[in-house]
């Protein structure tokens, strides 16, 4: 059974997360509520939230998605910097040929 990646994330940590990451007027955006857009802070987005079952769901979705994307984006990076690598190595253990068509320093 897979565990919920919400578990032991309190909802302010979520809510200062996607501030900082897209800023109030940007997560307004987001998540049409208002109390992200009329004179904004943790304190009244959480007991809004906290009242708010759909809300609270929209906001939990995005936190979600963001989390999701990032791993995506990490696992992506680290595939591009280990075929790099591997790329580098073999060129350097003349394991590789250069790219075809690209010609050498010098030729002409």
């Known amino acids: 059974m897979a565990q919920d990646p919400l578990h032991g994330v309190t909802l302010q940590a979520i809510v200062e997360a996607l501030q900082a990451r897209y800023g109030w007027p940007g997560l307004a955006e987001r998540v049409d509520i208002r109390c992200f857009k009329s004179d904004p802070s943790v304190k009244s987005s959480l007991k809004f939230l906290r009242a708010t079952p ?13 989390l999701r994307r990032a791993e995506r984006n990490r696992k992506r990076n680290e595939d591009r910097a280990l075929r790099r690598a591997r790329a580098a190595e073999a060129v350097a253990t003349g394991e590789s040929e250069p ?7 010098g030729e002409g």
């Open 54 to 66: 759909w809300a609270r769901a929209e906001v939990e979705a995005l936190y979600l998605a963001d």
């Open 99 to 105: 790219l075809a068509g690209v010609a050498e320093p």
